[in-house]
């Protein structure tokens, strides 16, 4: 994981650690956690083309 953060463009680097800062936070409610993992979802598609020629056919498990 910490390397797949560190190889990604920037733009996407901050939206992750954004997304998981705010779903650990101290007081965050259930509406901000389901905003963070659609955000993680949202970066997942976007990248699905890689995550495929990764895992092959155990990539339909993960979407």
Do not use: C, Q, W, Y
């Not at 800062?21 to 949202?42: H, K, P, V």
Request: glycine share 6%; charged share 30%; no cysteine.
């Amino acid at each position: 994981m910490h390397r797949a953060l560190n190889d990604s463009p920037p733009d996407i680097t901050s939206g992750i650690r954004h997304s998981i800062a705010l779903f650990r936070g101290r007081d965050t409610s259930a509406e901000s956690m389901r905003s963070a993992i659609f955000n993680l979802a949202r970066v997942l598609e976007e990248r699905r083309a890689l995550i495929k020629e990764h895992l092959g056919k155990d990539e339909g498990a993960l979407f």
